[in-house]
């Protein structure tokens, strides 16, 4: 399986609703990632998990909270988004030490009303 | 600030041709190099990486590193029309687990 998938593809919520965006990967993989990318802009990160750690957050706000439950699985967790806040959100996974590259999911359309 | 430059294009070229992709990054002690390619509405496509200075080929793609002038570039040889889409230069600072700084990607056109 050399996949990382994630669920939903297209999501449209409310500025009050809290969602979960889900992300899975069976690489073996003990680092992942979300980033965010707005349309015509290149993808920016937002967290790292290394080790089910979290390791880095680029100031990201707290309505978005990130979540790794083992080291298959990531979660973003979404709560009182801005529409400013809908964009294409990206999963990706890479060996921690040196990779040699990083596997990104299709994705979630995420469009907040 | 560490910061990683393209030409935001488009750049357009004929069928059959060279494509020519640069990329320069700010931080001299960068570890890795990626190169990236995203058509329009999918996901980031990994292409090639690169962490020694020179040449690196894979098939119709060639990845080039010079570490001192801090600049990567990427050869599309004999350019086909589905190689058109955006290309992201990508740089790993740190060598590890730490994530991907984009450039701003380069829209490449082949034309028929």
């Known amino acids: 399986d050399t996949e990382v998938t994630q669920t939903p593809k297209h999501l449209v919520m409310g500025m009050t609703n809290k969602k979960s965006l889900k992300c899975e990967q069976h690489m073996g993989h003990r680092a992942m990632y979300w980033y965010k990318q707005k349309a015509k802009k290149p993808p920016e990160l937002m967290f790292v998990y290394s080790y089910e750690k979290l390791s880095i957050n680029e100031s990201v706000p707290s309505r978005f909270s990130p979540e790794c439950p083992n080291s298959s699985l990531l979660n973003l967790h979404l709560h009182a988004l801005q529409p400013e806040d809908s964009a294409l959100y990206l999963c990706?996974?890479?060996?921690?030490?040196?990779?040699?590259?990083?596997?990104f999911g299709s994705g979630t359309r995420l469009t907040v009303v | 600030q560490k910061e990683v430059e393209q030409n935001s294009g488009p750049l357009s070229v004929p069928e059959g041709a060279i494509a020519s992709l640069n990329c320069t990054y700010s931080d001299r002690g960068s570890q890795s190099f990626f190169w990236y390619r995203q058509y329009s509405g999918k996901s980031p496509e990994l292409i090639m990486f690169i962490y020694s200075n020179g040449d690196k080929e894979d098939g119709r793609f060639t990845a080039q590193l010079n570490k001192a002038s801090q600049y990567v570039s990427l050869l599309i040889r004999d350019s086909q029309p589905s190689d058109s889409a955006t290309y992201l230069c990508a740089v790993n600072w740190g060598g590890g687990a730490d994530g991907l700084t984009f450039g701003k990607g380069t829209h490449l056109i082949i034309q028929p």
């Open positions: 990706a996974s890479s060996q921690v030490l040196r990779p040699p590259g990083y596997t």
